[in-house]
């Protein structure tokens, strides 16, 4: 098993080029499931979980073909639509319920494997099946498929969610841009991500409106088309490099960001004393005098995002002072807690808040990665550390880090993959 080695100390300095968003392009592969036509999506990540879903449009009759970080699909002439989602090909990732939404549209059923991925929470699928209900469909649970069948169609409808899930946003519109008339999604995931689905969708030829806000209303209509579309940058990679230059006293220049996107993590590292600087599409980090401690508390976008927790308490874990996390996404999202303390972090937990009081230092020691977020954290942990630090189960970092030892290699990091 791949294993990574980090002997820590270094500060990272140079550029860093961000890689497009796993959480953008994810969706928007699924959502070639809603077309014939021949589509090319640029800036795709080369990930695991992006693999994943290669194979499921595989799976379903599709050919995919990458060129550079360019993916194009096909669809065959002689292709039979297969409305089944097997267990090995879902297991793999929770992403794989964003299959269900363009089967249903499409087929009028569909029967997936229900999810696995990362082991953050209990992460249920009830908004997603609440929602496919409203919209007409029937739905059961047999041998470990959740089937979805509407036998009479897919109907617009007013679907208020009791909370605003990404992936359930995601599902309803790519189930709706083919239902007849107007479905109104209240209380939508407003994250980047979404729009970038909505473009895509509307490039297709659907009529997504709202997208980015609470309330996003799509009109139904009978057929879409192909599309060519460049996927937008990875604001939690962004983010995890900042952090690292945080972490490691460094000073760094991220290529091919958005810096909006990143603004409740920028506002809360200015506050800790970073310097940051934006401009258009690049964002340059210099720590210039020891950080404050900052708390947090995670949520919906615009809010702090839960896939930056982890990256954080590691940053927060090195600071002089006191401070705490509140995690509000996910209920059990603190598996990296105990790696941490590992390092010599000094972290109480109780429920969902993390107090944490800051320590002089970390020094190496061997963790083990249980999902890609903390998997980051525990990579940062080892930048800072003296001494060596080495990571196992490191394939959750495949899932969400493109060329991760690469890049940070390039900014001076003495971090090497290994096989043991
Ligand atoms: C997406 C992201 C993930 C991120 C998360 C929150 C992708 C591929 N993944 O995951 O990186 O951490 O958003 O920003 O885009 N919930 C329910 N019932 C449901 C659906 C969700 O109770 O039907 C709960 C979940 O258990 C969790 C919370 O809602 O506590 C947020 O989940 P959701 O927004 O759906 O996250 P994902 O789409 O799975």
Not at 196 to 205: E, H, P, R, S
Not at 293 to 315: C, E, H, N, R
Request: aromatic fraction near 6%; hydrophobic fraction near 40%; proline fraction near 4%.
């Amino acid at each position: 098993m791949d294993k990574i080695m980090i002997h820590g100390g270094s500060k990272l300095k140079g550029e860093v080029t961000i890689s497009g968003s796993k959480n953008s392009a994810l969706p928007i592969l699924f959502a070639t499931l809603l077309t014939d036509d021949p589509v090319v999506i640029k800036n795709v990540p080369s990930l695991d979980d992006v693999r994943t879903t290669l194979l499921f449009l595989n799976f379903m009759e599709k050919e995919t073909v990458k060129r550079g970080n360019a993916i194009e699909v096909y669809s065959s002439d002689n292709r039979t639509y297969k409305h089944i989602a097997p267990y090995d090909l879902v297991k793999k990732m929770r992403a794989s319920i964003l299959v269900m939404g363009p089967l249903l549209a499409r087929l009028k059923k569909a029967d997936v494997s229900l999810p696995g991925g990362c082991a953050i929470g209990a992460r249920p699928i009830d908004i997603h099946l609440e929602a496919f209900k409203k919209l007409g469909a029937e739905i059961s649970v047999e041998g470990g498929y959740v089937k979805t069948f509407a036998k009479s169609g897919l109907r617009g409808t007013i679907i208020n969610f009791r909370f605003p899930s990404v992936g359930a946003t995601e599902n309803v519109m790519l189930t709706a841009v083919l239902a007849e008339g107007e479905t109104t999604i209240i209380n939508a995931a407003c994250e980047p991500e979404i729009e970038d689905l909505a473009v895509v969708l509307n490039k297709m030829g659907a009529k997504v409106t709202g997208a980015g806000t609470k309330n996003i209303v799509i009109e139904g209509v009978n057929k879409l088309h192909g599309f060519k579309h460049e996927i937008i940058p990875d604001r939690i990679e962004a983010a995890t490099y900042i952090i690292a230059a945080a972490i490691t006293k460094g000073e760094i220049i991220l290529r091919k960001v958005i810096p909006q996107h990143l603004k409740s993590i920028n506002d809360k590292l200015r506050k800790s004393g970073l310097y940051i600087k934006e401009l258009d599409n690049t964002i340059y980090v210099k720590w210039v005098k020891n950080l404050y401690p900052q708390s947090i508390k995670t949520g919906v976008y615009p809010g702090f995002p839960t896939d930056v927790q982890a990256q954080w308490m590691a940053l927060m874990c090195l600071v002089n002072g006191r401070s705490s996390i509140k995690e509000n996404v996910f209920e059990n999202r603190f598996l990296h807690v105990a790696e941490l303390r590992r390092f010599g972090a000094d972290i109480s937990v109780g429920g969902r808040v993390v107090n944490i009081k800051g320590v002089k230092k970390f020094s190496g020691a061997p963790v083990m990665v249980s999902d890609i977020r903390a998997g980051a954290a525990l990579v940062l942990a080892g930048l800072a550390a003296c001494g060596t630090t080495t990571l196992s189960r490191i394939y959750h970092l495949d899932r969400g880090y493109e060329m991760f030892e690469k890049k940070l290699k390039e900014l001076g990091a003495d971090v090497r993959r290994f096989c043991d």
